[in-house]
């Protein structure tokens, strides 16, 4: 059973315009979650994380949103750039009392941002 | 400073050959992590070291698998007997646990393994 799920296996996006990438989580226990950019033949990228005391986080034009009592989080890009097509992965972990867990990982949303 | 980095790129092994995936964590990084994917899905955990301890190995799924990191730094996958399922990508990825609840992970580029 998954843990972390990404319901859409792509998007395609107008470039300029916003890109919004979804995943929900089944784990209360989860306290941490990333997201992962990845271009073929390329290990994934750390891109954005947030804790689970928080419910946005904001970096530059990508800004993670955590609703918790819905188990899901979203990645905004805006504007949308032709270089921010790629996979995007959703990650979870549990960490427990600072002992580092392993993450947890959706299947991934391939966006394409058409110029 | 330089990422995390993996050896051999590719490597391709006939069935029931023995192979060695190598990675070399950020200097400094006290956690290691090493994970398969599977075409199509994302990565799935293995092992996790913190220095040289191997703190969790739920994630191995036969005992063919084995990981070391003798000394806390660079860290080793053998894959023994490969079978065709163990065709995947190997990353691994390592972190630097700062203790101010920040636990990003980076990874390296993996390593495909083919077995044919």
């Known amino acids: 059973d998954q843990q972390v799920k990404q319901n859409s296996p792509s998007l395609s996006v107008q470039e300029g315009r916003i890109s919004i990438l979804n995943c929900d989580y089944t784990n209360s226990m989860f306290d941490y979650f990333l997201w992962y950019k990845k271009y073929p033949a390329e290990g994934p990228t750390f891109l954005i994380s947030?804790?689970?005391?928080?419910d946005k986080n904001e970096d530059g034009r990508f800004t993670v949103f955590l609703n918790k009592s819905a188990k899901h989080l979203s990645l905004h890009i805006v504007p949308s750039q032709p270089g921010d097509s790629a996979v995007y992965f959703c990650a979870a972990s549990a960490n427990y009392g600072g002992s580092q867990g392993n993450l947890i990982f959706g299947k991934g949303t391939k966006l394409s941002v058409k110029p | 400073g330089a990422g995390v980095s993996q050896s051999p790129r590719y490597k391709v092994a006939k069935r029931g050959q023995d192979v060695a995936l190598r990675c070399d964590p950020i200097s400094g990084h006290v956690s290691l992590f090493w994970y398969q994917q599977a075409l199509g899905q994302g990565p799935e955990f293995l092992t996790y070291?913190?220095?040289?301890?191997?703190?969790?190995k739920s994630g191995l799924p036969s005992d063919r698998f084995f990981a070391e990191r003798p000394e806390g730094s660079v860290s080793t996958l053998k894959i023994q007997r490969t079978q065709q399922e163990d065709s995947a990508v190997y990353l691994c990825?390592?972190?630097?646990?700062?203790?101010?609840?920040?636990?990003?992970?980076?990874f390296g580029p993996g390593t495909r393994l083919t077995v044919t």
């Open positions: 947030i804790s689970s005391i928080k």
């Open positions: 990825a390592s972190s630097s646990q700062s203790g101010t609840g920040s636990y990003e992970q980076y």
């Open positions: 070291f913190q220095n040289e301890a191997q703190l969790d």
